[in-house]
């Protein structure tokens, strides 16, 4: 299938992990992609994996600055035929530890970052293009160490509801990806032992039995991305194994 030839497509969070599976499938597809991450060795890594004219820029979703960055930085790339807000990151936390910096580390790279990048990418998004948001399971399973994280996915998923109304005149499609637990370095901050005894909670509780690929994952934002979802809209894709199917 070649569903992304002509088109550019924008990938935030997109140096590892779903959003580069994403990026390197695009490319593979026809499309031509821009990603943003912050580790500059990975940015590195990335801009020796990806083909030009494919734009890797360093931005941290998580600095009120970052989308005015972005937008500029993207100048020159030329009308997005998609965007995919993917930045973010987990931490976990008691109830009990909680606190104003821990609070609003998450929500400035979770809930502020994307929430900017719309304002300002907006305007740079073609007429019947397509935005993606990524949220997480997180939003549903009410486990008790993630409450903050868990916040910053559920108001993903109340902000694209909104979005959906708002950008529909133009022929924009908004739709979420709900992953569950997928096999990235995304849950490298925990500890190995108790990143182990999560994986093996986790699939204790999905049906399918296993931890999902990025690939898997990447795979239905593409079909949001692509024409293929072109009456697909205020959606949400659960890529989670069935976990949250109850």
């Known amino acids: 299938m070649q569903r992304f030839t002509g088109k550019k ?16 499938r695009i490319v593979e597809e026809g499309g031509t992609v821009a990603v943003t991450g912050r580790d500059p060795k990975r940015l590195d890594e990335v801009r020796n994996k990806l083909p030009a004219p494919s734009l890797v820029l360093k931005n941290d979703a998580a600095q009120p600055t970052a989308a005015d960055e972005l937008l500029e930085s993207i100048r020159d790339f030329g009308p997005l035929d998609g965007l995919w807000l993917n930045a973010g990151f987990a931490e976990v936390s008691t109830v009990e530890e909680v606190d ?12 502020r970052g994307p929430v900017l990048q719309l304002a300002k990418l907006a305007s740079s998004l073609r007429r019947d293009a ?9 939003s549903y399973e009410g486990a008790a160490m993630a409450s903050v ?8 998923l109340s902000l694209a ?6 950008l529909a005149p133009q022929g924009i499609r908004v739709n979420v990806l709900v992953p569950g637990a997928i096999g990235t370095h995304f849950r490298d901050f925990m500890p190995e032992d108790v990143r182990e005894q999560f994986e093996i909670d986790v699939i204790s509780r999905t049906p399918l039995g296993r931890i999902g690929s990025a690939d ?7 079909f949001l991305l692509s024409d293929d ?5 205020g959606s949400q894709y659960a890529v989670d194994g069935g976990l949250t199917m109850h």
Do not use: H, Q
């Open 9 to 24: 497509i924008l990938i935030t969070g997109g140096t590892g992990g779903i959003g580069f599976a994403g990026a390197r």
């Open 130 to 138: 397509s935005v993606v948001v990524t949220s997480s399971t997180s």
């Open 100 to 111: 104003a910096a821990f609070f609003d580390r998450m929500m400035n790279a979770n809930v």
């Open 229 to 233: 979802a072109g009456y697909v809209t």
């Open 216 to 222: 898997e994952a990447a795979a239905v934002a593409l």
């Open 149 to 156: 994280y868990a916040a910053t996915k559920g108001a993903l």
């Open 161 to 166: 509801r909104c979005w959906t109304t708002a």
